[in-house]
Nanobody, 126 residues
Framework: QVQLLESGGGSVQAGGSLRLSCAAS????????LGWFRQAPGKEREGVAT?????????YYADSVKGRFTISRDSAKNMVYLQMNSLKPEDTAMYYCAATSFRPANKLQSEEYDYWGQGTKVTVSS
């Protein structure tokens, strides 16, 4: 049984930083993606960043976070991290860790992801 557990959310002022962590258990797929999505109130869920591995490791980012957010993975600990710098009020959302059971064509498409965590809230004040 795959379980994803997020942590690290909180409240910061604009320009600040947060680091989100996702602990993945029961996850043994060898060619897949582990990523972060977010959903702000009244908006659709959107892909933020994803780390795809098995073969060539690659990271993918939404245009809105490129240069500010960095996704990384510790395979030994089965952890995925999202380092968020230069945070903006528009980054305020519930952030979710998600995982696929295969390597999808659309890496930041939520429909491609099979497993989801419960989310961690990020609030950025101006």
């Amino acid at each position: 049984q795959v379980q994803l557990l997020e942590s690290g959310g909180g409240s910061v002022q604009a320009g600040g930083s947060l680091r989100l962590s996702c602990a993945a258990s029961g996850y043994t797929y060898s060619r897949n993606c582990l990523g972060w999505f977010r959903q702000a109130p009244g908006k659709e869920r959107e892909g933020v960043a994803t780390f795809c591995f098995g073969g060539v490791e690659s990271q993918y980012y939404a245009d809105s976070v490129k240069g500010r957010f960095t996704i990384s993975r510790d395979s030994a600990k089965n952890m995925v991290y999202l380092q968020m710098n230069s945070l903006k009020p528009e980054d305020t959302a519930m952030y979710y860790c998600a995982a696929t059971s295969f390597r999808p064509a659309n890496k930041l498409q939520s429909e491609e992801y099979d497993y989801w965590g419960q989310g961690t809230k990020v609030t950025v004040s101006s």
